[in-house]
């Protein structure tokens, strides 16, 4: 076989949301759409998930999730800095005003961290290879230093850094989103140093951002492919060298296939959001199942893979 010119890595966040979302990426997995997942172990799913993970043989990291739902380590769940006088997280929003404020607790932050690392590895028997923040929360001030020692005391090697090529200025995206991409990119430049004084590693390259829901198409893939490969490897601790030829570029790709959760069925402890119960679910199943995705890979030299195979 010819040297691949990329090793994408095709993440299906939010594993263990609800039983719908979990058959979905499943079905993805199974048709090649996706070759690695992120599993959320405080969603009502997380048991079904890693067992299916387990029977399907899906590479499987952790979806950290510090804003949705419940936290894992009893001690938090009656009374903390993590959560609002119900018990659950403070939601995407409310993490990143309450860190704002210096109303968090960063070693609340390490318990709860620890705590779902080892629910994985309950549910598992193994430690995550790689993981990340459920809406980003890993890369925010103050919880990227902590986020990184626990990677880096528990030898999880990999995590992702959200800067994608051709963010700023896409016209896909409404005002409000580029505003909040913008800080998202802000923080995971600023992760940078930090991750790497901690021996953490990524993919050369993120996509994601522009290509979620209906965003989502064969010709915006491919773009997106195309901007990845024109970034090329610098910028990372991870390279992977073909002997004398062009080294291959690392990426991966964040998406969100799944069925639309039914309304009273899936989350993290609050219900299912209207993120998970969006057609936009399906339809990004429908187009990373393309057999012109897939042939889309093949001719461009894109080879999928998990972190693993870094």
Not at 9 to 38: A, E, L, M, W
Not at 54 to 76: D, K, Y
Not at 99 to 121: D, I, N, Y
Request: proline share 8%.
């Amino acid at each position: 076989m010819p040297q691949p010119r990329m090793m994408l890595v095709v993440t299906g966040d939010d594993f263990g949301y609800c039983p719908r979302r979990n058959q979905g990426i499943v079905d993805c997995f199974k048709s090649g759409g996706i070759s690695n997942v992120s599993l959320l172990v405080n969603g009502c799913a997380a048991k079904e998930a890693a067992d299916l993970a387990q029977r399907h043989n899906i590479p499987m990291g952790l979806h950290a999730n510090l804003s949705e739902g419940v936290p894992v380590c009893p001690s938090l769940q009656q009374a903390s800095t993590l959560t609002n006088q119900r018990g659950f997280f403070h939601g995407k929003t409310g993490f990143r005003q309450a860190l704002e404020g210096g109303q968090l607790s960063m070693k609340q932050v390490e318990l709860e961290l620890r705590a779902q690392v080892q629910l994985f590895r309950d549910l598992t028997g193994h430690l995550p290879h790689h993981m990340d923040g459920h809406q980003h929360v890993h890369v925010l001030p103050e919880v990227r230093e902590v986020f990184a020692l626990v990677l880096s005391d528990l030898q999880i090697p990999f995590t992702r850094v959200p800067l994608e090529p051709g963010l700023q200025g896409c016209p896909a995206l409404p005002a409000h989103l580029q505003r909040f991409y913008a800080q998202v990119e802000k923080d995971a430049r600023d992760s940078i140093p930090v991750f790497t004084r901690y021996g953490i590693r990524w993919p050369h390259v993120y996509l994601g951002l522009t290509t979620m829901g209906q965003n989502m198409s064969v010709p915006n893939l491919q773009r997106a492919l195309n901007q990845a490969l024109a970034a090329g490897p610098p910028g990372s601790p991870s390279s992977r060298s073909a002997g004398s030829h062009q080294p291959v570029v690392t990426a991966e790709l964040m998406v969100h296939p799944g069925y639309p959760s039914l309304p009273q069925e899936g989350g993290c402890g609050e219900g299912p959001d209207e993120f998970s119960q969006s057609a936009d679910r399906q339809h990004e199943l429908g187009v990373l199942r393309d057999p012109a995705l897939l042939a889309l890979y093949r001719r461009e030299g894109v080879q999928l893979c998990a972190f693993r195979h870094l």
